[in-house]
Each structure stands twice: as structure tokens, then as C-alpha cells.
């Protein structure tokens, strides 16, 4: 899916295919978390960045009528909907702060929400 328009003007094609591809990310994690975790998602989309597609192992981590999806779902219309400032800082990347990514060597993080840091660029 190649979505580059601006993301207030999302259609229900691009939602349900963010919604499944962050629904096994956004599970367990707090309001904060999820938000910030989709406003890393927008800020890249919106710098023209690619998205590292998230594959979902198990049909049921993609169902369109799980309560993760409908929460993910949920939290991209809030968001993307201007709901709540971006936490992040304008960051586009992210990851657990329990793993140590080869591309995140050297980088400053420019916030730790929940369980993630975030970085720009």
C-alpha cells in the first residue's frame, strides 16, 4: 500500500491497513504509548519516509473484528485526526527499550513513553 497524501484524509482502506499492521505493536500498551507509537508512524508518513511493513504471523493478529484492532483503529483516527499533540517530538522511529537495534547506535532518543524510545530522522 503506498500512502503519501496528507493523513488527516485518510480513507477506511489506509486505516484498516495501519490498523492491522501496528494491532500486534499497540497490544498491552498504554494510551500514551499507542499514541505515541502512531504519532511515529504519521510524522514518518508525512516526511515521505518508507514504512518497515509489520507482517503479521497469525490471522487472528490481523482480524478486522479483534478488540486490538478496533483499539489500533481507534488510536490511528485519534491521532491522525489531530486529537492529541505529537509526544514524540517528530520522531520516526522507534523501539522497545529493552532491545538495542543496530540503526539506533549513536542516536539520541528524543523520548522514552512507556516502553519505547523515539528518535528523528
Given at each position: ?11 477506511i482502506f ?10 500486534p505493536?499497540?497490544?498491552?500498551e ?11 508512524i ?34 490511528i483516527?485519534?491521532v491522525?485526526g489531530?486529537?492529541?499533540p ?7 522511529c ?28
Amino acid at each position: 500500500m503506498n500512502i503519501k497524501h496528507h493523513f488527516s484524509k485518510l480513507d477506511i482502506f489506509e486505516v484498516n491497513y495501519l490498523a492491522k499492521m501496528l494491532q500486534p505493536t499497540l497490544k498491552d500498551e498504554s494510551n500514551d504509548s499507542q499514541a505515541a507509537i502512531v504519532w511515529s508512524i504519521r510524522n514518518r508518513l508525512e516526511t515521505g519516509l518508507p514504512l518497515v511493513e509489520i507482517v503479521c504471523a497469525l490471522p487472528a493478529q490481523c482480524s478486522s473484528t479483534s478488540s486490538e484492532f478496533v483499539t489500533a483503529a481507534g488510536m490511528i483516527a485519534y491521532v491522525f485526526g489531530d486529537g492529541c499533540p505529537d509526544p514524540t517530538s517528530g520522531a520516526t522511529c522507534f523501539h522497545r527499550h529493552d532491545d538495542h537495534p543496530p540503526w539506533a547506535t549513536g542516536l539520541e532518543p528524543s523520548a522514552l513513553i512507556g516502553s519505547y524510545f523515539f528518535y528523528r530522522g
